[in-house]
């Protein structure tokens, strides 16, 4: 039987695995985007996950992370501590493929949750913008893993639908990260200047965490 110190144990390896790998000194942001790739590889080897699609379960069977839904929430997800429990809100009535992009943005969050003064700064009037800049970037890594995207796009897999099919996400996703491996030519439409498709439909609430 598990036990609840066996429980928080679980589910403190995976953050502090993933958080152990931010330097505590102030960095730069390029430097906090290799991170969250770092830490997006990290938690698929930590899960022995080699196939191109990553199953929500990764982080929704987490311990002491529930995730619910709500058809009204006025943004595509959100992250609080109620005391016990990680909350992730996910908006009910956008797609599912929508939705698990949305859950690994959150769940990047709450990574973040002890590391955010050192990886975007602590006074810094941009460091919101930028944490929502690489929870999309997390979210990217971890279910479109550059070394799949790539080794698919070698085999002649070349249809954004087909591949948004193959790794679980959306096609304007899967666009996106394209365009950021440099595999179809960057437009104004598939990445926006300073931010990506996704930044600024997310909201970050993050309250003391035990």
């Known amino acids: 039987m598990t036990t609840t110190a066996q429980t928080r144990n679980a589910e403190g390896s995976v953050l502090a695995l993933l958080r152990d790998l931010v330097p505590r000194r102030p960095l730069q942001f390029a430097e906090a985007l290799r991170i969250a790739e770092l830490q997006a590889n990290r938690l698929k080897e930590h899960f022995d996950i080699d196939t191109a699609e990553v199953a929500s379960e990764v982080v929704t069977e987490l311990p002491r992370v529930t995730v619910i839904f709500d058809a009204d929430l006025p943004v595509s997800g959100s992250t609080h501590w109620n005391g016990s429990t990680w909350i992730i809100t996910l908006n009910a009535s956008e797609p599912p493929m929508r939705r698990r992009f949305s859950l690994m943005h959150e769940f990047m969050h709450l990574i973040d949750h002890t590391t955010r003064g050192y990886l975007y700064g602590a006074d810094d009037p941009e460091a919101h913008d930028r944490a929502e800049r690489a929870a999309d970037y997390f979210a990217a890594c971890l279910l479109m893993q550059k070394r799949w995207v790539k080794r698919l796009w070698g085999e002649r897999m070349q249809s954004i639908t087909q591949l948004a099919r ?35 439909s997310h909201r970050l609430r993050m309250e003391a965490a035990a």
């Open 166 to 200: 193959t790794f679980g996400v959306s096609p304007q996703a899967m666009r996106y990260r394209l365009t950021q491996l440099g595999l179809i030519e960057t437009t104004r439409r598939s990445c926006p200047p300073r931010t990506s498709p996704f930044a600024t």
